[in-house]
């Protein structure tokens, strides 16, 4: 019974409190329990405590029991000690993890070294012993031998691949594999699915992989040496075929949405496989725009005209998988390393039957081709954080496609900021790609002589979008000849014809600038536009009239417009399957755990302000348990929602950020002295895992800068929401915001933590929010259900913008 003295007034509901504002309670103990403090603004005592002996403490539950022998622990005490641990966590983290990365790295790169040195020293032993047979034949009877030899070879193979292999060595996996590996893209599928099998049940270890690879390139370049197999003789005979893509366009037209201004006219022709082709022009010709227009990747623009490909009238988009678009831009994980960038792209973009030796084999010989081995472990680099050189980082841009083995390949000015080594590097690069059936175009700016010379066609256009020139490199000067212009000494050719049509340079001959698109039409049969007629006229009887298959129309009839892009409609006939959702997500989680570990230091950093801000923003927080803290967990959650919103918007990333930003808040959590840690940490993993998934579905669907501004609203709109009046109109609205799930969550979840008395006494305080004890599994499902959501949504929107 409470404890009642003359002068006592109201205290705690049934208690009363001595003068001195002290409740004093019996306590089965039998002690006294001279114990808590009245708050004078709620009229409630807290908090309840009996005391035995000077220090020891016991809870009091119900105002009438104390608990027999369990010590209270304080929770300042337990926060300080979580704190301090986290922090040691943290500066471990920040300090090893440098030293974890590179230990793992040394590992890997010796392994490497030692398979290339043994494939190296293997192929130098095939060379010797080839010479010295060689050096035993005589001369007639060499070219018989050749073929003999060959003959054998490919017999003994073919023996050996139907034997069961069951040998450890390596050195045999390797000449057993080294056939086989020139049918992997040679579109005979159970040859490739044999292979796929014997790699994979035979090559487990990193360096048996190793091995395998780098013996199959020293052999490739054997027989590069040789000129070997290895050329295109242009019906698609090829060591490695791969899926032919010719595209033909006709009348390509592009003009601006809204403004009815042609950014691209009357564009015809061919681009093939096999052959690379530059496309060239003033600066603003429209060679971006061309080269976005042929794959699909132009908005902003109505286009009328066709495309075929492979003569058929069929959507570009239907080959995505095979089509490698190298923007203009260096579009790189800065925080990855080359090897890297290029094996998740292998991984994600090639066929999923593919082995990973191969995969392998495929990234180790972009890396050798593009010359990048020896920046193979360095990372990428950002703008804060400078990595690899300029130049470098432009070719890794281009081996990300070349790694997922394309059929057509689109480049937007590769070459630009390479010196004249670095460029004829990745052109000869681009070369083998072009041997094995690859349709390259490419914008390219002032190529040296010997670049240019390495191109098979040429597309000129001039301002405007139109076509000066499309055809052989080596037939340019011919047909300009043909006008009258000729090419000055010592001048490159395409220098002198975009000096013409920049207008700084006269074309010579009896013909303007302004009139070599209409020659080229005229040349060609196409159509003229009408309103460029009157550039045939100027031209005199020469052109006109001494071409029979000009046909000049008023109406461009034969346009149409270009079908656009649909995820659900346009069907994938590139013939190639790529690994599935679940795979590419774990290639994904694995590259985000990599880039975590990696940005680890900067990670710790932002962790102990995180740490610092959850502390604070407890300490700031009301003290008061009589709304269960409900005013603390506003700031809560804003304050992670916040952080978790822009952080997942900024890293786009998922697990490890999650659980970053649940720790820092827990600090928060733990200014409470009531709730358990557990249940605040519970409900915070499901509040950063619902808005992470808005800031996902933001960043995919946003501008960067509008998805900031929007993560930024979002919670303290959502959450001033939340906390309306149940009286208000918005109230009906507040029910389905997730700040007030994660609030009535935090709120039940302390509420839990009181019984009788002491949580009768605040059932008012529920009442007012309109919080019921028994939402908090509603409220948590409600938190997870919209995260899932949201990443189904921002998955959906990554599918079908990235198409
Ligand atoms: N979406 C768009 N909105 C407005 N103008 C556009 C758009 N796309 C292209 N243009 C215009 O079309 C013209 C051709 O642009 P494009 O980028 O293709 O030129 P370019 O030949 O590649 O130039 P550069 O060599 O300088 O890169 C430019 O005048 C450009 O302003």
């Given at each position: ?103 793992r790295?040394?590992r890997q790169a010796k392994s490497r070294?030692a398979a ?54 390596t ?32 090559l487990h270890t990193r360096s048996q992989i190793f091995k395998y690879a ?142 990973k030796a191969?995969?392998v ?443």
């Amino acid at each position: 019974m409470p404890f009642r003295t003359s002068n006592s007034k109201p205290c705690c509901e049934g208690f009363f409190c001595p003068e001195g504002l002290t409740c004093m309670i019996p306590c089965p103990l039998g002690a006294h329990c001279p114990v808590a403090k009245l708050n004078r603004d709620t009229g409630i005592c807290w908090p309840f405590y009996c005391r035995m002996g000077s220090r020891v403490r016991y809870r009091c539950f119900a105002g009438t029991q104390c608990e027999k022998g369990t010590e209270l622990p304080s929770m300042q005490v337990f926060g300080v000690l979580l704190i301090a641990l986290l922090t040691a966590v943290l500066i471990v983290v920040y300090n090893c993890s440098d030293q974890v990365i590179s230990t793992r790295y040394e590992r890997q790169a010796k392994s490497r070294e030692a398979a290339a040195k043994y494939a190296r020293d293997a192929a130098q032993a095939r060379q010797k012993s080839r010479a010295s047979k060689d050096a035993w034949k005589p001369s007639g009877l060499h070219g018989l031998q050749e073929t003999l030899s060959r003959t054998f070879t490919r017999t003994k193979t073919k023996n050996a691949s139907g034997a069961h292999v069951n040998k450890k060595d390596t050195h045999s996996i390797d000449d057993n594999l080294e056939d086989k590996s020139s049918n992997l893209e040679s579109g005979d599928k159970s040859a490739n699915a044999k292979h796929a099998r014997k790699v994979s049940k035979e090559l487990h270890t990193r360096s048996q992989i190793f091995k395998y690879a780098y013996g199959q390139i020293e052999r490739e370049k054997a027989m590069d040496g040789m000129n070997m197999d290895m050329m295109y003789d242009g019906e698609g005979i090829s060591l490695r075929k791969r899926p032919r893509i010719e595209v033909a366009f006709k009348e390509l037209t592009l003009t601006l949405k809204g403004k009815r201004k042609n950014i691209m006219r009357c564009v015809s022709g061919k681009i093939l496989p096999g052959r690379i082709s530059a496309v060239m022009g003033p600066s603003g010709a429209g060679k971006t725009t061309f080269l976005s227009a042929l794959t699909g990747k132009i908005t902003g623009c109505n286009m009328s005209g066709m495309i075929l490909i492979n003569g058929k009238n069929e959507s570009i988009h239907s080959y995505k998988k095979i089509v490698g678009f190298v923007p203009q831009d260096d579009i790189v994980h800065g925080d990855l390393t080359v090897e890297e960038n290029l094996r998740f792209s292998a991984r994600c973009r090639l066929s999923a039957d593919i082995p990973k030796a191969d995969k392998v084999l495929i990234t180790e010989r972009v890396i050798e081709s593009l010359g990048l081995q020896g920046v193979r472990d360095s990372r990428v680099g950002t703008v804060e954080k400078r990595g690899i050189s300029g130049g470098q980082k432009k070719r890794v841009n281009v081996g990300l496609e070349m790694v997922m083995e394309p059929s057509l390949l689109i480049l937007d000015e590769p070459t630009s900021g390479l010196d004249s080594a670095s460029s004829s590097l990745l052109l000869k690069a681009l070369r083998r790609e072009a041997l094995e059936g690859v349709n390259i175009s490419m914008v390219v700016h002032q190529p040296s002589y010997s670049l240019y010379k390495m191109f098979d066609d040429l597309i000129l256009l001039a301002k405007g979008g139109l076509t000066v020139y499309h055809g052989p490199v080596d037939k340019v000067e011919e047909y300009f000849g043909g006008m009258g212009i000729t090419i000055p000494e010592h001048v490159n050719t395409p220098d002198h014809l975009i000096d013409i049509l920049e207008g700084i340079t006269k074309p010579g001959g009896d013909v303007t600038a302004q009139q070599l698109p209409v020659k080229w039409m005229l040349h060609n049969g196409y159509r003229v536009p009408p309103d460029m007629l009157h550039l045939c006229d100027q031209n005199g009887s020469s052109s006109s009239s001494s071409s029979p298959q000009v046909e000049i129309v008023e109406h461009a009839d034969g346009q149409r417009e270009v079908e656009t892009y649909n995820y659900f409609t346009t069907p994938d006939l590139s013939g190639r399957v790529t690994p599935g959702v679940i795979r590419q997500y774990r290639y994904y989680l694995g590259r985000v755990a990599k880039q975590r570990l990696r940005d680890a230091r900067v990670q710790a950093a932002d962790y102990i302000i995180l740490l610092l801000a959850g502390a604070c923003l407890g300490t700031m927080a009301e003290v008061s348990d009589v709304s269960f803290g409900y005013s603390g967990y506003q700031y809560t959650v804003i304050a992670v929602s916040l952080l978790s919103m822009i952080g997942a918007l900024r890293t786009f990333s998922q697990d490890k950020l999650q659980y970053r930003r649940e720790s820092a808040s827990g600090m928060n959590s733990l200014s409470y002295p009531r709730s358990s840690f557990q249940s605040n940490y519970l409900v915070l993993l499901c509040l950063v895992y619902c808005v992470t998934g808005i800031s996902y579905t933001l960043a995919i669907s946003l501008e960067f800068s509008q998805a900031q501004l929007w993560s930024v609203l979002l919670p303290v709109v959502l959450t001033l929401i939340a906390n309306q009046d149940k009286t208000s109109a918005i109230s009906l609205v507040s029910k389905f915001v997730f700040p007030r799930w994660a609030l009535e969550a935090f709120v039940v979840a302390n509420a839990k933590e009181y019984t009788g008395v002491w949580l009768m006494t605040r059932c008012a305080a529920l009442k007012k929010f309109d919080f019921d004890i028994h939402n908090l599994k509603k409220c948590l499902c409600y938190l997870m259900g919209t995260g899932l959501g949201c990443r189904i949504i921002a998955f959906i929107c990554l599918m079908s913008r990235s198409n």
